[in-house]
């Protein structure tokens, strides 16, 4: 089961109108100050570490493409979460899309797959 997380009340979308992934949400809230002193070097230190161990994905269909968790990306995915859960707790919804098929792959890594969804991709 691939996973994504994302900040529907965000106002950025990706192309394919989902809602944007929680890394840029992530960051946007950073950088606006949204949290404690303690809270915002704890989510700065996450995405840091993300950074650096998580890759890039390199081809991306010029952002229609969104980025799932592989279900053995069991220490991202515990980062991840909690992340969220210090997002959630600035009162910010986080939603997690749990799919078996996430669309058309267009880039794969140990950790991600970068695809392109389908139309039925993100409808309940």
Known sequence: MYLRFTIPSDGERTPTGSAAGIFGAAGRL?????????EHQWLCEDLDWFN???PVPTDIRRGHAVCWFKPEAREMISR?????ALIERAGIAVRVYRKRRAGTIVYEDDFQVSAVPWRTTFAR
């Open 30 to 38: 950073r950088d606006a100050y949204r949290f404690d002193t303690w």
């Open 52 to 54: 650096e161990h998580l």
């Open 80 to 84: 991840v979460r909690r992340m969220a």
